[in-house]
């Protein structure tokens, strides 16, 4: 049996002829640029974040750019963030001529250990960037505490979590802004690349709508140096086919793990903890194993989609060497990225598969 990571064909043919529609609206127009489409995945990404404003972006790293742009942060000032993430989080600091901090992470849920932050704060300090990895958000309340203690902004990165809870508080909604990707792996995925910023500050708003247009307001003059963020309409078209799909796709999602929970307890496999205070969407549904390269490779012979998330923390990354970090500083992250890997968790799988993947994986690990 054939299953892959993720099957994005199976979710398209239940919408198909939706999209087809939607994206020859677009044509049809000829808006291009910007549009009603790209208005109306704004105000609907706002509203089921519970912010009161939204700004499409071209990716979920811009999105992050645009956002570290817009509130000024650049060379000489340092970013507190985790080291277990994809690597725009960190990039998008670095290109700002900012210095990234790293502090290690929580063991349990991969996020950044929020206990730690408050330590790592210096004068050079102008934002901490949290990352919700794999779906679940990070523990918020002591990250906005040291934010506020140390006036301080809060850049939620967000690109594996939209619609995600934190004590009933939505993805996005807690920091100065939230930062989503439509990568088309994402639970809301587009046909392409894509990503949103949403706020509730009026201020950051328009800043972060200028800042996507080059800087320009009106057009032509630029008081500031921005980038060319825009989201493509045709994306945003696709993206409102897929959202009243969201909720019943991560459902799905959270339904497929706690099958795969039930199976693996009571053997080596350590599943993932979500926290009593989170709802997670399991953008990623990732196990800790050891001998993970082993189970990788015996995985993908036997015809299963699986990768690791992640296997080299930032802090190691050739292109950070210059920032002084070494192996051992940061533990934790250095032995998740040793055992930490995906399973399929896509909605479209059925039991049949399922069951495939936990045979497969217990006979290996005996």
């Known amino acids: 049996m054939q299953i892959p990571l993720l099957d994005l064909k199976a ?34 990404i706002a509203a089921i974040s519970d912010c009161k404003y939204a700004v499409g972006a071209s990716s979920g790293t811009d999105a992050i750019l645009n956002s570290l742009m817009s ?12 080291p277990f993430t994809f690597f ?3 990039g998008c ?3 700002t001529g900012a210095r990234p901090v790293f502090v290690d992470i929580d063991p349990r849920t991969y996020n950044i250990d929020a206990e730690l932050i408050e330590a790592a704060v210096t004068e050079k ?11 679940q958000m990070a523990d918020m309340d002591p990250i906005i505490g040291a934010a506020q203690k140390h006036n301080l902004y809060v850049i939620e990165d967000a ?12 993805a996005g909604s807690i920091g100065t802004c939230g930062c989503f990707s439509f990568f088309p792996s994402k639970n809301l995925g587009a046909a392409g690349d894509g990503g949103m910023i949403v706020t509730n500050d009026e201020d950051i708003y328009n800043q972060l709508s200028i800042m996507r247009n080059h800087g320009s307001r009106p057009k032509y003059y630029h008081k500031f140096i921005g980038g060319n963020f825009r989201l493509d309409p045709i994306q945003a078209a696709v993206l409102l086919v897929k959202l009243p799909h969201l909720d019943q796709w991560s459902q799905q999602r959270r339904y497929n793990a706690e099958y795969y929970n039930r199976k693996f307890a009571d053997t080596s496999v350590q599943t993932p903890f979500i ?19 082993e189970v990788v490779a015996h995985l993908k012979k036997n015809d299963i989609g699986c990768e690791i998330y992640y296997p ?39 039991e049949e598969m399922k069951d495939y993947v936990i045979q497969v994986l217990l006979e290996f690990l005996g």
């Open 11 to 44: 979710q398209y043919a239940t919408i198909k002829d939706e999209v087809m529609t939607a994206v020859s609206d677009v044509l049809e127009t000829q808006r291009c640029i910007g549009g009603p489409k790209v208005a109306e995945l704004e105000k609907k």
């Open 71 to 82: 509130l000024g942060i650049g060379a000489g000032d340092e970013v507190i963030t985790t």
């Open 88 to 90: 725009a989080t960190v």
């Open 93 to 95: 600091i670095a290109r």
């Open 125 to 135: 300090t102008k934002a901490i960037m949290p990352v919700h990895l794999y779906g």
């Open 159 to 170: 690109a594996q979590s939209i619609s995600s809870t934190y004590k009933g508080r939505k």
């Open 275 to 293: 926290s009593p205070d989170c709802v997670t969407i399991y953008n990623q549904y990732c196990i800790r194993v050891l001998r993970r390269d």
């Open 312 to 350: 080299v923390p930032m802090h190691l990354q050739e292109c950070f060497s210059h920032l002084g970090y070494s192996q051992g500083d940061l533990p934790e992250a250095e032995k998740a990225a040793k055992e930490v890997m995906a399973l399929p968790i896509y909605p479209e799988l059925t």
